[in-house]
């Protein structure tokens, strides 16, 4: 009877190790494998039967096959239990020589005939594949939100240059427009000037980077802009660099801004221009390109559908996968001192997000990089309110309330406004502001006010002072002009908004188009 029942256990364990879900396999001491499931037979691509017999060095990847012997002999003479979970993640070799990454439990079982050790084995592909794409999608979000962050330092400290930026353009206008004509100073002005339109295209960049400037957008013929690109390029660039392109017709035209999208080629190609010194090979491709709901979900911030895909192609010197991770941050380079700030891929990727688009780089060392660059194919235009410059430096003297916290800034604006010929009543603070305005609101023409103020904002002001009085004309001044949500100001009684830093000639404008509309 005992010998029955001893039978019947050791038939359940074979049925049970054969059918067990993960590969099973029976080594001896000297690596000899008793017995194979078929679990582990498909895992490692052997017929039924085939893996019985066999030494189970066969199933070691040939980099490790010389220490193997080592390390079982080892185990054998000191044998303890290691979990599946708990197990070692190795790499496994399949028949036809391929490996397979696998995770292994040992079990020592003593025999009549001397230990033997169970092993299971488990294919782990899926599960490090999975690995993988978290890790990426953690390391996407990581970098998302370390390019938010820096984002929002730059868009500040842009924000207060604007602001230093106006009074230098201001101050320096004033002070040309009281020099009598043909003085040399005027030269010398002009020069600051010329600095200073330098610097808000600086300010510009920054706030495209930091997506607090949105983009002016008409429909964009990107053939046309490439081909703008590919002219300067040819011109800038050594002679000895090969240029070619490969610019499909059938590329749908994309909601941009030329200036911009220029930009963004100039800079890739620049850039490539530059890792390849002066010998190489750059390549511009344009084509059409329709993304899956699986693209778009690995390039954060694109839409499905059809897009636009610019290629950038150089033969130069590669990037390792440190650099490649912090090619976009803001001010960092591996160029030598004096040849970049950092600023170039940073803007580069601040234009193509403010354009709702992805990019990615493509580098291994020695082996050059790639570029794409995709933007969604143009649907439906979204027209942006904005205050058209006209020229008219002789307006009707106003009486004007200006509203400017900062001090430098009012008094500037108030000697713009003089010197046009108005009559300017400026207040430091909103609620001091309204509470004049609300003694006396049949003496003033126009509102100019700064929108982000403590206290009260400047929309706030807007709407109270148009409660009082509808149809007061208004005018804001802000930094963030270009990002103004045009509904919403009108909601609050403004009727244009003209962005800092501006010119005298810009204020005239703005003050122009305001009371036109009065």
Known sequence: MSENRTSDYGDLFRLAFDLSPSGMLAVDSAGRILLANREAEQLFGYAPGELAGRSIDELVPMAHRPGHGDHRTAFFHHPQVRRMGAGRDLNGRR??????????????????EGMVVVASVVDITLRREAEKALRDSEERVRQSQKLEALGTLAGGI???????????????????RNLPAGAQDHDDLDNVLRAAERGRQLVQRILSFSR??????????????????????????????????????????VLADDTLVHQVIMNLATNAAQAMGNEG??????????????????HAGVRPGLCARLT??????GMTPEVRKRIFEPFFTTKAAGRGTGLGLSVTLGIVQSLEGAIHVTSEPGKG??????????????PLGAAPKVDDLSPTPLHIMLVEDEDVLGRLERRQLQSLGHRVTLHHDSVDALADFTSRPAEFDLLITDNTMPRMTGLQLARAITG?????????????????????MHEHGVDSVLAKPHSVRELAAAIALVMDKA
């Open 312 to 317: 950038v192609i150089d033969t130069g010197s």
């Open 212 to 253: 607090q400037r949105e983009i002016a957008r008409t429909p964009t013929n990107l053939e046309r802009v490439t081909r703008e690109a590919l002219e300067m390029l040819r011109a800038s660039l050594p002679s000895i660099l090969e240029i070619s392109t490969d610019l499909d017709p059938a590329t749908p035209p």
């Open 95 to 112: 028949r036809d020589g391929t490996e397979v990454p696998l995770e292994i439990g040992l079990n020592p079982v003593k025999t009549p």
């Open 468 to 488: 009082i009085r509808p149809g007061m004309p208004v005018l804001m001044v802000s930094g963030y002009a270009d990002n103004a949500d045009i509904e919403v």
């Open 281 to 298: 090979r750059l390549r511009i491709e344009l084509a059409p390109f329709t993304g899956d709901e699986a693209w778009s979900a690995k």
């Open 369 to 382: 990089t790639r570029v794409d660059v995709w933007i969604p194919a143009h649907a439906t235009p979204r």
């Open 158 to 176: 842009a924000h207060d240059f604007n602001n230093i930026l106006l009074a230098i353009v201001g101050y320096t206008e004033l002070v040309a």
